[in-house]
């Protein structure tokens, strides 16, 4: 359940942080956020990969185990164009609280409808879904950086 809270916590954080922050970063953060976010994504997706090849020889180090801090860092890499969408909500008078409140239970409804379907395909998949993971963080940073 940490990943759910972590991704929707931040979906949601980011929005109000951007609203606050307003025009004085608005223009480096949206000129910066793309390549920010596909650097994180692709460093993470590319170990992912790695690691799908190049499992430990002494088998007792479980890379699989999400730790806080990879969840922090990945968290922060895909809300991080949520930031210059908060920037927005300045311009278009929207009211934040309750945007970013909307923003944050719609991620953690669907971070948690992902989970289940990627256990029942990482079950299907095996080691492969580390692969098709890593592949599809690569994917979403690309599509930021675009």
Not at 55 to 71: A, N, Q, R, Y
Not at 127 to 146: M, N
């Given at each position: 359940?940490?990943?759910?809270?972590?991704?929707?916590?931040?979906?949601?954080?980011?929005?109000?942080?951007?609203?606050?922050?307003?025009?004085?970063?608005?223009?480096?953060?949206?000129?910066?956020?793309?390549?920010?976010?596909?650097?994180?994504?692709?460093?993470?997706?590319?170990?992912?990969?790695?690691?799908?090849?190049?499992?430990?020889?002494?088998?007792?180090?479980?890379?699989?185990?999400?730790?806080?801090?990879?969840?922090?860092?990945?968290?922060?890499?895909?809300?991080?164009?949520?930031?210059?969408?908060?920037?927005?909500?300045?311009?278009?008078?929207?009211?934040?609280?309750?945007?970013?409140?909307?923003?944050?239970?719609?991620t953690f409804v669907c971070t948690c409808l992902a989970l289940v379907?990627?256990?029942?395909?990482?079950?299907?998949?095996?080691?492969?879904?580390?692969?098709?993971?890593?592949?599809?963080?690569?994917?979403?940073?690309?599509?930021?950086?675009?």
């Open positions: 359940m940490l990943m759910p809270v972590f991704f929707g916590a931040f979906q949601g954080l980011m929005p109000l942080l951007g609203f606050f922050a307003g025009s004085l970063v608005a223009e480096v953060i949206e000129r910066y956020a793309g390549i920010v976010a596909f650097v994180i994504l692709g460093f993470v997706g590319g170990k992912m990969i790695w690691d799908a090849f190049h499992e430990e020889e002494d088998g007792d180090v479980d890379d699989k185990t999400l730790t806080i801090g990879s969840l922090f860092v990945q968290a922060i890499a895909t809300s991080i164009d949520a930031f210059a969408v908060g920037v927005s909500f300045v311009g278009m008078g929207v009211e934040p609280l309750s945007a970013s409140g909307i923003i944050a239970l719609t379907v990627g256990r029942t395909f990482g079950n299907k998949l095996g080691e492969k879904a580390t692969v098709v993971g890593g592949v599809v963080l690569i994917l979403i940073g690309i599509k930021a950086l675009i």
